[in-house]
């Protein structure tokens, strides 16, 4: 399955009422489908771990691309430096607490975040830490 392709069928699984609740909390209207985690967990089931795929998706800029792409990234094979990027891409608490409980606490040293991120002056970097 192609990005393209993924980003087509969550825009079929919209829902004007989900997107109108994600635009409530703050997620640009631009940025979102409407689909509800719930949707995203299960679609991502369905398709196999691909760093390659995860960051075309995160580079979409789709609000619900971004979170399936949380759950595509190899927690193996992504580094920190690379966490650090997708973190200062992050805008809303929900992305925030997707990125951190379905990817950086599961990767080894995760915790050399912390002397990154604790000065930053980017609120999500910063706020992960408090998580």
Same mark, same amino acid.
């Given at each position: ?24 909390? &703050? ?6 489908? &409407? ?25 979409? &800029? ?70």
């Amino acid at each position: 399955m192609t990005c393209n392709e993924i980003i087509s069928q969550l825009q079929a699984m919209s829902s004007e009422k989900h997107k109108a609740n994600v635009i409530k909390l &703050g997620i640009p209207e631009e940025n979102s489908i &409407g689909v509800s985690t719930t949707e995203i967990r299960a679609l991502a089931k369905k398709i196999e771990k691909s760093q390659d795929l995860a960051y075309e998706l995160w580079q979409s &800029g789709y609000h619900e691309a971004r979170l399936l792409a949380v759950l595509l990234f190899d927690k193996k094979k992504t580094t920190l430096e690379e966490v650090d990027t997708l973190m200062s891409d992050v805008v809303s608490w929900d992305l925030c607490d997707h990125l951190c409980k379905n990817l950086i606490v599961k990767m080894k040293d995760f915790d050399q975040l912390i002397t990154l991120w604790i000065t930053s002056q980017h609120t999500y970097k910063n706020g992960a830490l408090l998580r």
